[in-house]
Each structure stands twice: as structure tokens, then as C-alpha cells.
């Protein structure tokens, strides 16, 4: 299901956005871009796509400040660099893109976050996604190991098969930025779900401790928030192998944040959360219940973490009535845990004992 | 010398002047062996402001400090001077004599001395030292320079001489010298850095003497050179006699006694200032005592009563006899242009504020406050701001926190002017450095040490209004900052950013470059102005120029103002745009019509200032729509500087009706105060002729 672009649809989608500017000016009016609102405020549930998208706030970025002109200006610039990249068959990482601003003279970003919003923008507005602009991500993809089978296009342009449990060494099967079709097809598998682990340490303790195979799972290391092609894959494993995904996370509100991302759709891919959401993903902890029925090592909150649980009340993504409780619950104690707290108990806790327990709730295990 | 030195100490009187020195080194200013040197430097320093000042000869002194025995504390200070010298057979009274007559009836701004002068050091070096103080002077009238060993004999009040002669003075380049006097003394004290230090102290007086080049080599041979930066003398002061306000009885009593005036009315007309002919009668009729009384027979209650009918405790008519306050021309403030010029040469800064009030009266005595703010540049922003404070134009650098002039400092909130203060009460941090400097012919001290000023209401209050308008002019000129910054992105965003829009938009869609007035006037929709103040190295004038775009659709009409030192002498010129004057120092020129798009320069020349002088003008506009660059007219800021205009001109007739003698008219009314920030011209002093008054001057018109 791949909604890859040609060069063409490309262009004419870009076109559009320069055309707005273009078509101001000669109006005698200040030249403009439109977009969504890329905040909370205007993210809501889409319930045919069973995911989160981006409302119908718009706000327009206009030339009438210095800030908004520049980066109008520097849009052009990765406007008329994509084209020039999709003319000559190339692509480029967004820090490529970065340093290449440097010769943008008054386009140039001002630092390598400027380079990926922009980017994401174009997205948005041309409803296109950055491998049809033919940048690639920086972002590291995730890891697995388990006994599923892919297949992966090489440099070469070869199909590999790859069992992600024979084939690989300790750390597991890397997942490419490019995880679409043309890269990547799904072959078999014989596990019962997916886990996705948000820590190095938790990942290879499971894996040290023979988890995989013990309960006929599939691991996914998420390296702290996933990137795309993480979120992309999972999801397409979840829907082409109809298998069940739970995360496990430390316990804190940034491991709710990566759990919403990967859920419900994260807000600054809004635009396209329907292919990287996996509505069906399921928390399994570390809970603010765990906590206490665990007695687990914890730290305070810190007044960072306190602002983001508040934020995360209001949050609509949150607004079922039990991420609430968990939320006000973690408020409530002032505590968080990470994962590894759970060796209090020894190595094996966590894999005797906690997962098991979990599962078991899920009927999983 | 040694042999001096054991004669002396086995001298009864030497244990006498030991003795002195020691119940009174506070006062003299050698409590400390670091305080000792600071107070030698400042006699030999200020004698030699004092003395080219006088003669008006622009000051340039050299001191050099070098260590003779590090370990016995051992230093040697040399101080020389290019004033107009002193005759040889003056040279043992002025650095001899320990005490002088003071002329008690006259009284002005002086920079006085700390403790008994340059003579208490040359006392100080013998007792500590045994050694004499070598002097050098040349006068230019004569070819050759004196010089002499000067000590003291405290038994007949004079000076010791030794090793007399006459020589030829060249001067470093082996040239010789014209005129001048160098002090060498060889002293027990230590040299010290900080902010109580010789460094400082001469830093300071560098600030407040713009117009001295000080040259400073300290221990370790490095030179710290503060240049002149004006060819302005200070204005000479003129002496006052005292007012009855302000008197005492010993004094009072003191006048009486050596009094030779013919009868009581010549005395009162003859020895006081603010005293009329109407206030003499009136003053002989409170006091109960007839005018013609001879001046022997005024005494024991008389002049008890003559003091309270001065004080107004004693009635005339029912009412407390009305005084003429005391005419303000005694007084030499350092003036606001100076003062900037002197902060900005010795602190590396972004903005200065310089504020002279008008001249006000405390208790018979006459007194100004005059305020510099220095802000940004390489100061500290974390740390609290530097306090300089002056009485007539000393530094103050000891017992800061119970001075009156930081007292003002600190009753100012700053936070509301962009400045940190915990609470909004003591002395606020950030990158500046405040000047607080009092004039006055009687500066009062919280001690003998003279290091802090004595808590006075009125003094207190200028010092807290001249604070209050510095912080308003420090948040005016970061606000105005704030707004050309503004203003510049404006200008980039329509003169880079919009054009390499529309091209590069234009390429990508292969179509036409659009034309951008319009969106330039959507983007903009408004009037701009502006103004460029610089120095001509060619022409040496200021030239200024006002460019003002309108970037509206409508045409507009504006009266446009500029400011310009007038007070301190400038002149217009080259102003080919016309216009008129429309008060003092600020000149209007009418646009009738700017229409949408266009580009107006009104350019002009300032004549009469020196580099340095003028460097931001301030514009100003009448006019329904706003202007960006300039500020709305208020006209209440005109009315203040026409009421100042009227002030100055009172104020010059007031001094000549305070002439004893004339008919007096009634009191005249509380002078306003006269408060500029540094885009405002000053009020250049008046300068009255007076001969140098003679022989050596007492602390602040007081007696030792």
C-alpha cells in the first residue's frame, strides 16, 4: 500500500505552494503560505482512520515579519532543491539538506531543527511525504528480533529474505528508513504479538533472558521516541499479520508521549498518522499503578515532568478516562519508574514475573 | 638625612607632631598604609588640578609609584605637574605651613583638601620615614627650575629647607621644561589594586576632569594613561560671601571681632550675600539692634539676636525677614557634555546619560547635583553597578554605603528602567556605572574622614529627581533600541528577503518577477525615518541626516524636529530643507506633503562641538500618523524648554539684584529643575571674571 508520488505529482504539488506566494505578490499583498495548526489544539480523532489527525485550524505564515519572510524564502530554496534532486534522480539526509542551506545565502536555516520542520511543512501542505521529496531522515530505525521473515531490497536492488531471529546477530535486525513496498515486503512469522521496548538494556535483557521464544514474541527496540520508519513498520506488521502490539516503557510522561505517538499518531505527523499509528497498540507498563503494586525504585518528579503530565491531561489523545487516572495517579504519587527498577527483584523479575503478570491481564501469556 | 631624622626624633616637638598625627589620622587620611599613599597622590594631584586651573593652563600630570623597599613598605611617589609653578620663595609655605589662615568669609566650591594638604604629607614621609620631600618648580618667567628638600619644624609652623638650588629642568625628550612643579617623597605605605586604590582614584579623577591627561606608571612599570578630551577649562568660580542662612554663631561672632566696617548696616550689606537694603533694615529691626551701632559695641546677646533674626526666629512686621537666596555662579558643575565625555573615554559603554540640575540651596549654601549613567559595553551585567561619587569634583572612594549620594541611588526603583534590583530597593546590578557629583560651596560629611556625605533632605531630593529622570532616559534609549532594531529587520525583510522571494518564485513557476510596491507599502504601512548623526574628520562639523519614506498609499504631512546642542554653542549650517528655530536647541522643518513612496532627506551640519560631542539626535514629530524612527512631539516637553529658557534669563538678573546694595525685589521663585538627557543640550556656564584668589584654600570654605 504504498502512496509513493512521481516526480510530476511531486512538482505540481510543490508548484501550488509557490504559486500561493507568487500570486500574492502580484496582488500587491505581503506573499503567503498556508498550513495546518501543528499544535494540540488542533489534533482530533479521526474515526474512519481510527487515528488522530490535524483539524481545520489554519494559520497562514505571512512575509509581514522578518522570521515568517525567511522562511518563506527558504522554501522556495528546498522547493527548487527537491527539484532539482527528483531532475537529477538523487536524494539527500535533511542534514545534507542543512549544510547545504549554507550557500542559500539569505536562505539558509538557522539550525538543522529549522531544516526538518520546514520539511515536514511541505509535507503537510503538499500532502506528499519526504520520500517522494527524496529526503531521508537522519533518525536511527529501530531493532528486532523474533521469528518473522521480511524481505529487503539491497543496495543492489536484490530482494534478501531475512529471518529476524536465524539470520541476525545479538542486536537484531535494523529496520531501513524506507520501509514501504518497494523496500520491504512481509513475508511469514509464527509469534503471538509484538513487543516494543523502549530501553537498549530492556531489550537485550529480554533477548539475553530467551523472552522471544518463551512467549513466541516479536521485539522491537523503539530507541527512545520511534522514528517513522519504526512507527511505519509496526504498523504494518500489526495490519498485514493482524498481530497484537504491546509497549513496554519506563513509567513516566514521556514514555506516555512515545506511547501516543505510536497509538494514536504523534502531533507533528499528524498529516500522516493513519499510515503511522497503530490504533491497536496496547500500554503494558510500567503503569503509575506498578509503581505501587511493584514498590519500585522511583524518583520525584521533576517540575519538567510535572508540566508535561498537566499538559497531557488536556491533551485529547489522552482524554480516555484511563490514561486520567493514570496521569492523576502519577501526579498523585510524584513518582516515576524506569524499566530497570524492576531488577530490584533480580535479572529475571521482569521475565518470570512482571511480563508473565502483564500479559496474563492481556491474554497474552 | 638619617642625621635629620634622630635630631628630629629626639625632639620634644617630634613626640608633639607623632602625637598629632596619630589622634588625627583619620581625619588626615593615613589610617592605613594603602590609605596613606591614595591620600599623598590626592594632595599632590589635586594641588596640581587646582593650580593649573587657576592659572588656565590645560593640566598634564605624570605620577609614578615605585617600590624602594618592598620589604619595610617603603614607596616613592613622584608627582609632576606642567602648572604654572611656584616662585622659589614660596615653595617652603606652600608645602611647609601646617596650618593655614583660612579667609573664613569667603566661601565657594573647592576641591579642598583631605586633612592639612600636601603639607601633611610631607609631614608624614619625615615621621615614617625621616626622609625630606624633594620639590622642583619652575615658573616660566625664569630660565632655570628651583628646587629643595622641604621638612617641617611643628615648633615655629614652617618649613624646614635643605640642599636648595637652581637647575635646568628638561624634560623626558630633553627638551626643556617651561613651567611646572614636581613633588618626590619617599613614604611608608603600600600599593594596592582594587577599588580602593591610587589606580582608581585617579580613573575618578580622570572622569571628572575631562579636560587633564593623566599619566600613571605603577610598581610594576605599567602605564595607565587616561587622555584629555576636551581643551575646556573648567569654569572659574566666582567666591561668595556667606549666607545668613547658613552661619553659626562662632562665626558670626568670629566676623564681628575682626570686623572693620563702619557700623552694623555697612556689615551686614558688606559681609553676607542675599542681603538687600530692605532685608538690612528689617534684619537690624528683628534683631532689636540700631544699624548705626558701631561694630565694638555688638556683642554677648546682640549677636545672639542678630543670629536668630538671621534664622527667622526672630520677627519683623510679624513675619521672619525674606533673604535672597545666595547667587548659584559660585558654583562649577562639571557640566553634562564633560561628564559624558569623561565616562565614555574611561568606560567601555553603549549608552550615556548626563544630567546637570539647576543650582539649589540648602541652608544658605548654595548646591547642584549633577548624575551620569553608563550603560552596557563590557560591563558585568551580574554584578552590582558601579557607584562613583564626587563632592566638588573629589573622588569619594571610601565608606560608600553610608553616603548620602548612594542613598539616592538606592531610592530609586531601577526595575522599572531596566535594571535588576533585588525588591526594587538598594543598589541595582547590571552592566553600568553611576556618577553622582555635588557641587556646593559646603559640602557637609558624616565624619572627619570626609568620605561620606552627611544625610541634608534637600540634597537627598535632587539626588533622587536627577536619578529619576537618568533611569527614564536609560529606558527611553533601550526602548528606542528595541524599535531600530525593529525598524532595520523591516528594512531587510523589504529590501533583501521580499525581492529574493518574488525571484526565486518566479523561477521556479518560469513566469515573470512580480513588481513589489505593493506589497512593500502592505508589509510596511508606514512613515520611517532615519537619522544618521556623525562626525566629519574633513569638515570637523557633526553632520546629521533625517531620511524619512513614506511607505503608506496616502499622502502625508508631517512637521518634523530634530534636537541640537544649542546651549552648548553649536550652530545649524547647511541646512538646505529651511525651516525654523522652534526652541531652544530643537529646530522644526514642515513637510507639506510626502507622498506614498516617496523619499525625503533633510540634511544639515553642526558647527561649534568637538568629536565626541553630539552623537545621537533626537527627531520628533507633529502629525495624526505615526512615524517610525522618531518620536511624537509631546508639547509639554517645548513648554519645559521654553519655561528653562525664561529660568536662565531670571536667573542671570537674579545675580545682579543679589548684589548687596540694590534694591531688592521679592524672593525669587523655586528654580526648576534643569533636566537633559545627553540627546539635550546643556547650559553652557557663565563664566565670571575673577582674579585667582591667593594663598592655599581651607576643605570646602570650612576650617581646618
Known amino acids: ?365 | 638625612m638619617t642625621g635629620i631624622a634622630q635630631k628630629l626624633a629626639s625632639n620634644q616637638k617630634q613626640v608633639a607632631i607623632s602625637e598629632f598625627f596619630e589622634k588625627n589620622k583619620h581625619f588626615l587620611g593615613f589610617d592605613s598604609l594603602a590609605r596613606s599613599l591614595i591620600t599623598a597622590v590626592k594632595e599632590a594631584v589635586d594641588n596640581a588640578l587646582d593650580a593649573c586651573e587657576e592659572a588656565r593652563i590645560l593640566p598634564t600630570i605624570r605620577i609614578r609609584i615605585t617600590k624602594v623597599d618592598a620589604q619595610k613598605d617603603i614607596i616613592r611617589m613622584v608627582v609632576e605637574d606642567n602648572g604654572p609653578g611656584i616662585p622659589q620663595k614660596s615653595i617652603e609655605k606652600v608645602f611647609g605651613q601646617l596650618l593655614f589662615g583660612s579667609r573664613f568669609h569667603a566661601i565657594r566650591q573647592s576641591r579642598g583638601q583631605q586633612g592639612i594638604g600636601i603639607t601633611g604629607v610631607v609631614m608624614y614621609c619625615q615621621l615614617t620615614t625621616g626622609r625630606t620631600t624633594h620639590v622642583r618648580s619652575k615658573i616660566a618667567t625664569e630660565p632655570t627650575a628651583a628646587f629643595v628638600d622641604i621638612g617641617l619644624d611643628t615648633r615655629k609652623n614652617k618649613a624646614t629647607k635643605a640642599n636648595a638650588g637652581r637647575e635646568i629642568w628638561y624634560n623626558e625628550d630633553g627638551s626643556g621644561k617651561e613651567h611646572g612643579t614636581e613633588v618626590t617623597a619617599e613614604m611608608k605605605a603600600k600599593y594596592q589594586k582594587g577599588r580602593q586604590s591610587v589606580w582608581q582614584y585617579l580613573r575618578m579623577t580622570s572622569i571628572v576632569n575631562p579636560h587633564a591627561e593623566i599619566i600613571f606608571i605603577d610598581p610594576d612599570g605599567e602605564k595607565h594613561h587616561w587622555t584629555r578630551v576636551t581643551e575646556r577649562l573648567p569654569t572659574k568660580v566666582e567666591s561668595i560671601k556667606p549666607h545668613p542662612h547658613g552661619i553659626e554663631l562662632g562665626q558670626l561672632q568670629r566676623m564681628i571681632t575682626e570686623s572693620n566696617d563702619l557700623n552694623l548696616n555697612h556689615f551686614l550689606l558688606n559681609n553676607f550675600s542675599g542681603v538687600t537694603n530692605r532685608a538690612r533694615k528689617e534684619l537690624c529691626e528683628a534683631a532689636d539692634i540700631a544699624g548705626t551701632r558701631k561694630m565694638k559695641t555688638v556683642k554677648g546677646d546682640d549677636i545672639r539676636h542678630l543670629l536668630e533674626a538671621f534664622q527667622g526666629e526672630r520677627l519683623c512686621n510679624g513675619s521672619p525677614v525674606k533673604l535672597l537666596k545666595p547667587p548659584t555662579n559660585c558654583l562649577s558643575p562639571i557640566e553634562e557634555l564633560l561628564i559624558k565625555k569623561g565616562l565614555s573615554k574611561t568606560i567601555d559603554s553603549r549608552f550615556v546619560s548626563t544630567l546637570t540640575r539647576v543650582p539649589s540651596v540648602t541652608q544658605g549654601n548654595p548646591f547642584q547635583i549633577e548624575v551620569g549613567l553608563i550603560f552596557g559595553g563590557a560591563m558585568a551585567a551580574d554584578k552590582p553597578v558601579e557607584i562613583l561619587r564626587f563632592a566638588n569634583r573629589v573622588p569619594l572612594m571610601y565608606q560608600q554605603g553610608g553616603c548620602l549620594l548612594t542613598k539616592a541611588i538606592e531610592s530609586v526603583d531601577w526595575r522599572q528602567y531596566g535594571l535588576d534590583q533585588a525588591g526594587g530597593r538598594g543598589v541595582p546590578k547590571g552592566p553600568a556605572a553611576v556618577l553622582v557629583h555635588l557641587a556646593s560651596t559646603n559640602v557637609q560629611f558624616t565624619s572627619e574622614a570626609k568620605e561620606a556625605l552627611a544625610d541634608n533632605a534637600e540634597v537627598m531630593e535632587e539626588g533622587r529627581k536627577a536619578m529619576l529622570e537618568m533611569g527614564r532616559g536609560l529606558r527611553k534609549h533601550l526602548e528606542k533600541k528595541k524599535k531600530m532594531a525593529k525598524t532595520k529587520e523591516k528594512f531587510e525583510l523589504i529590501n533583501d528577503i521580499l525581492p529574493a522571494i518574488a525571484k526565486k518564485s518566479a523561477e521556479i513557476l518560469e513566469r515573470p518577477v512580480p513588481e513589489l510596491s505593493g506589497s512593500i507599502t502592505k508589509i510596511m504601512s508606514a512613515v520611517i525615518s532615519e537619522t544618521t548623526t556623525e562626525w566629519n574628520k574633513q569638515t570637523k562639523q557633526t553632520d546629521v541626516e533625517i531620511i524619512l519614506f513614506n511607505y503608506t498609499t496616502r499622502v502625508r504631512a508631517y512637521t518634523i524636529l530634530a534636537t541640537w546642542p544649542e546651549k552648548s554653542g553649536a550652530k545649524i549650517e547647511n541646512n538646505e530643507t529651511g525651516g525654523r528655530k522652534e526652541a531652544l536647541g530643537v529646530w522644526a522643518w514642515k513637510l507639506e506633503s510626502l507622498q506614498p513612496g516617496e523619499k525625503k532627506i533633510i540634511a544639515y551640519s553642526l558647527t561649534g562641538l568637538e568629536r565626541g560631542d553630539w552623537t545621537e539626535t533626537e527627531v520628533l514629530f507633529r502629525g495624526s500618523q505615526d512615524v517610525i524612527g522618531a518620536t511624537k512631539m509631546d508639547e509639554k516637553f517645548l513648554q519645559e524648554i521654553r519655561r528653562q529658557e525664561q529660568i536662565m534669563e531670571e536667573s542671570d538678573v537674579d545675580s545682579q539684584e543679589a548684589e548687596p546694595g540694590s534694591e531688592a525685589v521679592d524672593e525669587p521663585e523655586t528654580v526648576p529643575e534643569k533636566n537633559e538627557i545627553s540627546e539635550v543640550p546643556t547650559e553652557e556656564g557663565v563664566e565670571p571674571a575673577v582674579a585667582p584668589p591667593e594663598g592655599q584654600r581651607t576643605l570646602f570654605g570650612g576650617e581646618v
Open chain 1, 1 to 365: 500500500m504504498s502512496r509513493t508520488r512521481t516526480a510530476e505529482e511531486t512538482k505540481t504539488a510543490m508548484h501550488k505552494v509557490v504559486a500561493e506566494m507568487y500570486d500574492r505578490i502580484v496582488k500587491g499583498e505581503p506573499p503567503t503560505m498556508t498550513l495546518p495548526v501543528r499544535t494540540k489544539t488542533n489534533i482530533g480523532f479521526d474515526k474512519k482512520l481510527g487515528v488522530y489527525k490535524y483539524g481545520k485550524k489554519q494559520s497562514v505564515r505571512d512575509a509581514t515579519s522578518l522570521g515568517s519572510a525567511k522562511q518563506l524564502l527558504r522554501t522556495l530554496h528546498v522547493v527548487e532543491f527537491i527539484e532539482e534532486m527528483l531532475d537529477a534522480g538523487k536524494s539527500s539526509t535533511l542534514r545534507e539538506m542543512y549544510y547545504i542551506s549554507e550557500g542559500w545565502g539569505m536562505g539558509k536555516f538557522g539550525s538543522q531543527n529549522d531544516s526538518n520542520n520546514l520539511a515536514e511543512d511541505l509535507e503537510i501542505v503538499t500532502k506528499c511525504l519526504r520520500e517522494d521529496f527524496k529526503l531521508r531522515p537522519e533518525e536511527d530505525g529501530a531493532r528486532m528480533i523474533g521469528n518473522l521473515t521480511l524481505r529487503e531490497r539491497n543496495r543492489r536492488g536484490e530482494w534478501m529474505r531475512i529471518n529476524a531471529r536465524d539470520d541476525v546477530g545479538d542486536s537484531g535486525y535494523g529496520v531501513p528508513y524506507n520501509v514501504e513496498l518497494e523496500k520491504i515486503e512481509l513475508l511469514e512469522h509464527d509469534i503471538d504479538f509484538i513487543m516494543a521496548i523502549e530501553t537498549g538494556g530492556m531489550f537485550d535483557r529480554l533477548i539475553e533472558n530467551g523472552f522471544d521464544e518463551q512467549y513466541r514474541c516479536g521485539l522491537l527496540h523503539l530507541k527512545g521516541q520511534p522514528a517513522r520508519s519504526t512507527r511505519r513498520i509496526m504498523k504494518r506488521m500489526s495490519e498485514e499479520w493482524d498481530l497484537p502490539v504491546v509497549v513496554f516503557l519506563d513509567g513516566d510522561p514521556w514514555s506516555f508521549r512515545i506511547f501516543a505517538s505510536i497509538a494514536y499518531g504523534a502531533i507533528k505527523t499528524a498529516h500522516i498518522s493513519e499510515y503511522l499509528a497503530t490504533p491497536s497498540a496496547t500500554y503494558l507498563g510500567i503503569t503509575a499503578d506498578d509503581i505501587v503494586a511493584y514498590e519500585l525504585p522511583s524518583d520525584d518528579l521533576s517540575k519538567k515532568d510535572i508540566e508535561a503530565l498537566n499538559a497531557e491531561l488536556t491533551d485529547p489523545r489522552f482524554a480516555d478516562s484511563w490514561w486520567q487516572e493514570q496521569i492523576n495517579m502519577m501526579l498523585e504519587l510524584g513518582k516515576k519508574a524506569e524499566q530497570q527498577s524492576l531488577a530490584k527483584y533480580g535479572l529475571d523479575f521482569v521475565t518470570e514475573t512482571y511480563l508473565p503478570e502483564k500479559l496474563a491481564e492481556l491474554g497474552l501469556a
